[in-house]
C-alpha cells in the first residue's frame, strides 16, 4: 500500500504521441493488452475467517473470488509476512488460501514482504527472527524464507506464477542493513539476488517482479531501476504502485510506464491502486484517504472511472497489467490493519474497497484487458 488529476482524452492522446517508444527487447510483450487483471485480497481470508459476506452488484451472495472473477479479475495478488501475530499472512495461511485461488483458474502473485508487518516506502523493519543478522546472514535468511514459501505453494499444485522480491522497496528492504544510503545499492542488489534465485530455483517458470511506489517521477524510478541493474540485478517485471493522490497526474504515470518499459526492456505491471468510493468512514480507524483527485468525484462512479482511467493509461503506456489493492476490505469487526492486535485495530480502507459496507459489489468496476 502507499496512492492527483483527471487527463483528458485529448491530452493523454497527445501525450502517447509526443513518446514513442524506443525498439524493445523480444523478452516485452507487444503494447495494447492487459493480461495480469489483478486484485490484492490479502484480507479476505481473515474476513471470511470472521463470517463476512460478500454480494454482487444484483444482491446475490457469492465467495468473493467468484465475483471479482467475474468482473474481470484473472490474478489473485496475496502478501506474506514472515511470522506476524495474528497469523495472517504467514506462509500457512498464503498456502491455505492458494488453493481457494487456483480452484477457480486464478494465477498467483506472492507479495513477499519480509517482514512480520507492513514494509512500504516509509518502513522496512527486519522480521523480528532475522533482527539480529548482518548482511551475510539475511541473504541467506531472504532465500531460504523464499523458497520455503515458493516450494510449499508448488508442492501442493499451487505453484505462484509472480512473486514479488519486496514490497515498495523505493529505498530498500530489510532496514538498515539492506537501506540504499549515499546511493549505495551494494546491500540491497545482494538481497534482491537472493530472492531472484530463490524463486528460479524453485520453479524456473515464475517471474520475478521488483515492486517500488516509484511512480510518481522518471528521476525516481531511474534512481532505483538503474541502481540496481548497475550492480547486475536481475529481474523479469518491473511493478509500480500508483495512487493519483499521492503519484500525481494519468500523464505522469503514461510517461513513467513508458520509460521505464523501453529502459530496462522489462515488461511492467502497476501492481497497486485504488480509489475511495466515499470521504465516509465505517469504523472508528482513520481512512489512509479521504481527499480525491481532480474530476473523479468520491462516488461509485468516481470509483469505478478513476480505475478505467489507470487501465487505460497502463494498457496505452504498454504496460501488461494492473492490481486494484484490497478490494475487498471492507469494515469487518476483528479484520485490523494490525497483525499485532488485528482483533482490535480497525481499517483504513473501507472506502476504498470495491464492495460498500454491506459487502455489495460496486457495479461500475470492470477490469479489462
Known sequence: MSGPHRVATAALALATAALPLTTLTPAVSAAGTLSMLGADVSTAQRALDLGARYYDASGTAHDPLDILKGVGVNYVRLRV???????????????????????????????????????????????????THGIDRLQTDLYNHTY??????KAQGTAPDSVQIGNEINTGML??????????????????KAGYNAAKACDGATKVMIHTANADSL????????????????????????????????????????DVRSRY????????????????????????????CSGYPLTWQGQATNFTHVQN???????IGVFYWEPTWTAVPGNGWDPADIANSGNGW????????SGRLNPNVRWTP
Open 175 to 192: 532496514w538498515n542493513d539492506g537501506k540504499v544510503v549515499d546511493n549505495d545499492f551494494t546491500n540491497l542488489s545482494l538481497l534482491l
Open 265 to 292: 526492456g522489462k515488461d511492467v505491471v502497476v501492481a497497486e491502486t485504488a480509489y475511495p468510493f466515499t470521504a465516509g468512514n465505517a469504523d472508528g480507524t482513520g481512512n489512509s484517504i479521504t481527499t480525491g
Open 313 to 319: 493509461t497502463a494498457r496505452n503506456a504498454g504496460a
Open 81 to 131: 509476512w514472515n511470522n506476524p501475530r495474528s497469523g495472517y499472512n504467514n506462509k500457512d495461511k498464503v498456502l491455505r488460501y492458494a488453493r481457494a485461488v487456483k480452484a477457480r483458474g486464478l494465477k498467483l502473485l506472492v507479495d513477499f514482504h519480509y517482514s512480520d508487518t507492513w514494509a512500504d516506502p516509509g518502513k522496512q523493519a527486519k522480521p523480528a527472527a532475522w533482527a
Open 148 to 153: 520455503d514459501v515458493c516450494a510449499g505453494l
Open 219 to 258: 528521476d525516481h524510478a531511474r534512481w532505483f531501476y538503474d541502481g540496481i541493474r548497475a550492480k547486475g540485478v536481475s529481474w523479469d517485471i518491473t511493478a509500480l504502485s500508483y495512487y493519483c493522490t499521492w503519484h500525481g497526474t494519468l500523464s505522469n504515470l503514461y510517461n513513467v510506464i513508458a
Open 350 to 357: 473501507d472506502n476504498m474497497a470495491v464492495f460498500d459496507w
